[in-house]
């Protein structure tokens, strides 16, 4: 069991140079910021589930061969409402809070009344996003804090229906070659029919008077909800040269017991539901008109999270992601769960389904001539078949890469381009993770790195300025307290130093 995954961290708001082992190449400059929970009690209070933790950011400054860590809670209203109050007062994901027992009748009743429509917590704690050059702790919801990527200040909150129609909005968007912000979002109330929404800002959106970036932002299109009360959860996104890929998965929100989950004592978490009996469809929006495709191409039901990448190739569009055959994954975060013993909790997760990395591939180009149950897919390193219908329709099977692995990463140059390698934590059954693995696409196989003690986030890939191959630079990865890199010529993974 270990502790400090659901201990509360403290600051460290002053840089604090790190201790190297071994070296940093000279030409590894820059800071590399992380998100993620770091709060998880207040006063006598404690949250349920690990994803609700109050969000503390971290940086980690590469500066001729040294580096520089600095931490700061993020100064949401969340934060500043829970730290005054000095207990929990804002509800998050899988933790549901409800009026202080001291308050009168009336009191109570107007909060009861007040989470008829939820105004979600800004305990934006996923990822840090650019508009323009704007940086923002972001989480899915409306509101987005901004921060000071250099001293991690929060400089303020903002909400993006001040600037587009969505009440929903993913905290992994994709950034072109020129720097543009391509996001999606989901209007549920208030805003017409409900749908889905993709929308760009463009890299010199913020002006000179300094005004948010968002002002400039442009809607590439909407697309209609297939069911009106039961939207698509969706945590990412693909982006090729030319099209958006949207995965409408069978994994759904309940609108219903959202509305009501306050009256029902039942979290947000608990609204969100897999009908393993459903299809998935799959959405082919092209970035630069706006249109979606018109061929419906679909799959089995699924749950995924993350996309890994996608490209184009000889008239077919393939994309990567991690998938799963149910959605017991967040019920694996429960604090109660993490607190197991390994033996435990091996036994009680069993059942589980594994992340598994799957290729999908759509092609362009429909022969409405071709015999039916025929696979339109041509290209020849793939298993991965597009079967024509006989509604016109193009039934989708993937091609397994992978098994074990989340929390991908690429080398982000070969982003929307065919590329070979992938980076990401190994996953075995526990929620703490302890291995990076590397994996080549193309002869299918995969390198470790593990050390002891040691369980590192996501990795970061970072090419070398002069690199000529895909996987010639370091992979950092962060650890709860400290970081540290792989070097990465070739073959990258014969251990490293660390910091």
């Not at 749908?195 to 005004?211: G, L, M, R, S």
């Not at 998938?323 to 197991?340: A, G, R, V």
């Amino acid at each position: 069991m270990l502790s400090f995954f659901w201990r509360n961290g403290v600051e460290t708001p002053e840089p604090l140079k790190a201790d190297v082992t071994g070296s940093i190449p000279p030409w590894l400059q820059g800071t590399l910021l992380r998100n993620g929970p770091g709060l998880f009690s207040v006063g006598n209070t404690s949250y349920k589930h690990w994803f609700d933790g109050m969000a503390l950011i971290h940086s980690f400054t590469f500066k001729d061969g040294d580096v520089f860590y600095r931490s700061k809670f993020l100064n949401s209203e969340t934060y500043k409402k829970n730290i005054a109050a000095n207990r929990i007062i804002v509800s998050e994901f899988g933790t549901m809070v409800y009026p202080d027992p001291c308050k009168n009748i009336f009191s109570k009743a107007f909060s009861y009344l007040m989470n008829a429509i939820p105004d979600f917590t800004d305990n934006n704690l996923i990822n840090i996003i650019r508009y323009g050059e704007d940086y923002y702790a972001s989480s899915e919801v409306n509101y987005i804090n901004q921060i000071d990527p250099l001293t991690l200040e929060t400089l303020g909150r903002t909400n993006y229906r001040n600037h587009i129609a969505i009440n929903l909005a993913t905290a992994h968007p994709h950034y072109d070659e020129e720097g543009t912000t391509y996001n999606m979002g989901t209007a549920i109330m208030n805003f017409g029919r409900p749908k889905y929404v993709i929308f760009k800002v463009p890299t010199n959106a913020t002006d000179k008077e300094k005004k948010p970036a968002l002002r400039n932002v442009e809607q590439i299109c909407s697309i209609p909800f297939r069911s009106t009360l039961y939207p698509s959860y969706f945590h990412s996104f693909g982006m090729t040269e030319n099209y958006i890929i949207f995965v409408e998965q069978a994994f759904k929100l309940d609108i219903l017991k959202l509305a009501t989950a306050y009256f029902r004592d039942v979290n947000w978490g608990s609204c969100l539901k897999f009908d393993k009996d459903d299809i998935t469809l799959i959405h082919l929006v092209n970035r630069k008109t706006g249109k979606t495709a018109s061929t419906k191409y679909y799959a089995d039901a699924f749950v995924v999270f993350h996309h890994i990448n996608a490209y184009e190739e000889d008239g077919h569009v393939v994309f990567d992601l991690i998938t799963y055959q149910d959605s017991n994954l967040y019920d694996m975060f429960y604090i109660h769960n993490m607190k197991q013993d390994v033996d435990k909790f091996i036994e009680t997760n069993k059942d589980f389904s594994r992340p598994t990395c799957q290729r999908f591939v759509l092609p362009l180009i429909i022969d409405k001539e071709a015999p039916l149950d025929t696979n339109l897919v041509k290209l020849q390193d793939t298993t991965a078949t597009a079967v024509l219908k006989q509604d016109g329709s193009i039934y989708c099977t993937p091609d397994t890469i992978f098994e074990g692995l989340e929390l991908p990463g690429i080398n982000y140059k070969f982003n929307s381009k065919k590329y070979r390698y992938f980076y990401g934590t190994r996953v075995d059954w526990s929620p703490y993770p302890s291995k990076i693995a590397k994996v080549d696409i193309a002869t299918r196989t995969h390198q470790v790195w593990i050390e002891e003690e040691c369980y590192p986030s996501e990795p970061v890939f970072v090419a070398s300025p002069d690199a000529v191959e895909e996987d010639e630079g370091v992979t950092v990865r962060c650890y709860p307290v400290f970081c540290g890199f792989i070097q990465s010529p070739k073959a990258p993974f014969p251990g490293g130093p660390g910091c």
